[in-house]
């Protein structure tokens, strides 16, 4: 169940190639297309017309709850991705390796183990809307799936890293469900938000381009703006300072004798 270290290296990479085949959705062809599953339209749509359809609310009606559902979807997702990397440090998040140095125990690794998976889940709810219905029921489980075995090879790591010390954070803390009140102490990390911002530039522009452009109720247009984000934010990663164990392989070794 637990991901390799050759996963969690290419974790981006394959992330990059469920949400394409969510968008995608070649299978599509072969789906009955007068049925929701084998339509083309976006799942935004087949949303508000199942309530339009049934008379349960206006057509024009659940295509706003759905936006507005697309809203808090895209912004929870920003929040919890930006939040954590602020306290985790941006350069770790993005980092190919695992880092099994220390607990972090502050912000939001008070109230949930995991608030960087949680909030790529909650991201793909956000972009299941944008998706044919088929790519929404392929992606969004997949995307779990993806979520818990990285999490399981984190988990396997870190016990092997820290030892006790892990094992009380991980009774005292949840795992994906996030506590309302903090399950642990502070321990006086200071947040880069600088860094945050850089490093989840993508997940911060999914969430503006649905709270600034959803309003034209065109998901090709959000699309677009997703890939936009998405290039922005490779951009941006240029900028991040290197992770500790690449600083490490790049300065020259100590002089023995000094």
């Known amino acids: 169940m637990r991901a390799s270290a050759l996963e969690f290296r290419l974790r981006y990479f394959l992330h990059a190639i469920v949400f394409a085949l969510g968008f995608w959705a070649p299978w599509s062809r072969f789906l009955p297309f007068n049925g929701m599953l084998g339509s083309h339209e976006s799942t935004w749509l087949a949303l508000a017309s199942l309530p339009a359809r049934n008379g349960w609310a206006s057509f024009d009606a ?12 895209s912004a929870l997702a920003a929040f919890l991705r930006t939040w954590g990397s602020a ?20 912000g939001p690794y008070r109230h949930v183990r995991n608030p960087l998976y949680l909030g790529t889940l909650i991201h793909a709810l956000a972009l299941g809307l944008l998706m044919p219905p088929s790519g929404a029921l392929f992606t969004i489980p997949v995307i779990a799936l993806l979520q818990l075995r990285l999490i399981a ?13 892990y094992t009380a954070y991980v009774s005292a803390a949840p795992r994906l469900v996030p506590s309302l009140r903090p399950r642990v102490p502070a321990a006086g990390v200071r947040p880069r938000w600088t860094q945050a911002v850089f490093g989840e530039l993508y997940v911060i522009g999914v969430a503006l381009s649905f709270a600034i452009f959803g309003w034209r109720y065109n998901a090709f247009l959000l699309t677009k703006c997703v890939l936009i984000a998405l290039g922005a934010s490779l951009v941006a990663r240029a900028f991040l300072p290197a992770s500790p164990a690449m600083q ?9 004798g000094s």
């Open 153 to 165: 090879g984190e988990e396997a790591f870190l016990f092997t890293s820290l030892g006790p010390a």
């Open 87 to 106: 306290y985790l440090g941006a350069s770790i998040v993005k980092d190919g390796a695992m880092h099994g140095g220390a607990i972090v125990a502050d």
């Open 62 to 73: 659940s295509t706003i709850g759905v936006l507005l559902l697309g809203i808090v979807f």
């Open 248 to 256: 490490q392989m790049r300065e020259p070794a100590a002089n023995p």
